[in-house]
């Protein structure tokens, strides 16, 4: 059962990956080798960077470096990623969940953090093509920050009270909150809604 009413509910905000987009292998071979060349613990950065975006880990692992050596160091990470495209595909139950937010004219939108090139790549990858995405080019602050849920709140002409957020990781959920959106959690994470699958969403929004 949810925590508010599902009448409330007037336009649906999805994080990316782990949510809509199965890229889990990718984006582990891609911290995996990055922490190889750098000298970091890889499994750490792994966990670490689950639902946030590249730089603020890079950030976290690498604080000691100066400035200029972060930044290529971001972009080293995010050039990993950008062409790892072969086993990224849509989560189970997402193209139906999409496919019938359309037939009920529910509008929503990606917020994910990435950057536009590697979202762009992975929902192309995944067979999505959202109206309206929210990348990290597109904000000042990645999630835990609600920026990015705010903005595609604002694009959608919606209020963010009358926004679920759909997540599969802490600091978006994080951002959600604080952005004001109901939450619908992934991966047994605390939310407003808590979904074993995309399925399920599509049950409660669809079908009641």
């Known amino acids: 059962m949810a925590d508010f009413s599902l009448a409330e509910i007037r336009a649906v905000l999805f994080d990316m990956d782990g949510t809509l987009v199965d890229s889990d292998r990718a984006v582990e ?5 990055w922490a190889q ?19 603020t880990t890079v950030r976290k692992l690498l604080g000691h470096l100066g400035e200029d050596e972060i930044r290529r160091a971001s972009a080293r990470q ?6 790892d495209l072969s086993d990224v595909v849509a989560t189970p139950g997402a193209l139906d969940l999409l496919a019938a937010l359309d037939r009920t004219s529910l509008p929503w939108a990606v917020v994910t953090s990435a950057d536009d090139r590697l979202a762009k790549a992975r929902l192309n990858a995944a067979g999505i093509t959202p109206r309206v995405l929210v990348t990290t ?45 109901h939450t619908a959690a992934l991966r047994g994470l605390p939310g407003d809604l808590r979904l074993t699958s995309l399925a399920d969403l599509t049950r409660v929004l669809i079908h009641g």
């Open 29 to 33: 071979r891609s911290w995996l080798s």
């Open 37 to 55: 060349e750098y000298g970091a613990d890889g499994p750490a950065a792994y966990e670490m960077a689950h639902g946030s975006p590249s730089e």
């Open 78 to 83: 995010l050039e990993l990623q950008y062409d």
């Open 137 to 181: 080019d597109d904000i000042e602050a990645g999630k835990p920050d609600p920026a990015g849920y705010l903005r595609a709140a604002a694009l959608l002409g919606v209020p963010p009270a009358n926004c679920l957020v759909v997540e599969d990781a802490e600091v978006g959920l994080q951002a959600a909150r604080a952005a004001g959106a």
